[in-house]
């Protein structure tokens, strides 16, 4: 194993952790639901935000971990680079372990546990971005991304800004709204269907 696999493997593990963090709480909570239908037990009531959250988070996670592997000609192993992707990782596991609940019972509310942690896990997440675009920048020695036209970066500013209104939306709806549509920008940086859509329309 060279030196960069070395450090690849650290930020794999920890980045598996936050994945595992997340399954191991939806794979529960889904388990209490299914229990209290089955039990006719009006309780643990799981709701769409936090699993919405959930599945934003784990797509996030990925989308790092890919931005990462294009970089990988141009990392260098010094204590910088260690350090930052150290925060990066450590942030998203942070986050991750805060998106369910750590001792959920049948009479839990997701809804509620989304509300009291949300704004500290959509800054985490924000965090996240933000450090991983400027330490790409700083690698890279520039802010423009390749492939990416006007369209591409209107859609990362959205992305991005949802991220940020995330912290701060009140309500069932506006949330909803936000996690919805941070949904529909992962699957559209994945497919491209998008600038798809824009060619064909022209």
Do not use: C
Not at 65 to 85: E, H, K, M, N, Y
Not at 126 to 142: C, D, E, K, P, Q
Not at 164 to 191: E, K, M, P, Q, Y
Request: neutral net charge.
């Amino acid at each position: 194993m060279d030196r960069l696999n070395w450090v690849f493997s650290l930020y794999a593990v920890v980045l598996a952790l936050a994945l595992t963090e997340v399954l191991t709480g939806l794979a529960r909570s889904i388990g209490l639901r299914h229990n209290a239908v089955r039990q006719n037990h009006d309780g643990h009531r799981l709701g769409f935000l936090t699993p919405l959250l959930a599945i934003f988070l784990m797509l996030d996670i990925t989308s790092f971990w890919l931005v990462a592997w294009t970089l990988q000609d141009r990392i260098a192993v010094t204590p910088l680079t260690l350090a930052s992707g150290l925060l990066v990782t450590g942030l998203y596991y942070v986050a991750a372990s805060w998106v369910f609940p750590e001792e959920a019972d049948r009479g839990s509310d997701l809804d509620h546990h989304f509300f009291r942690q949300k704004g500290l896990i959509f800054s985490l997440i924000f965090a996240s971005n933000i450090t991983t675009f400027m330490g790409r920048s700083w690698l890279v020695g520039s802010f423009a991304i390749p492939g990416f036209h006007r369209y591409d970066y209107i859609e990362l500013g959205f992305y991005y800004f949802l991220q940020a209104a995330g912290i701060l939306a009140a309500g069932n709806r506006a949330n909803l709204i936000v996690l919805v549509s941070l949904l529909l920008l992962t699957l559209d940086f994945t497919t491209g269907a998008g600038p798809s859509l824009l060619r064909w329309l022209h």
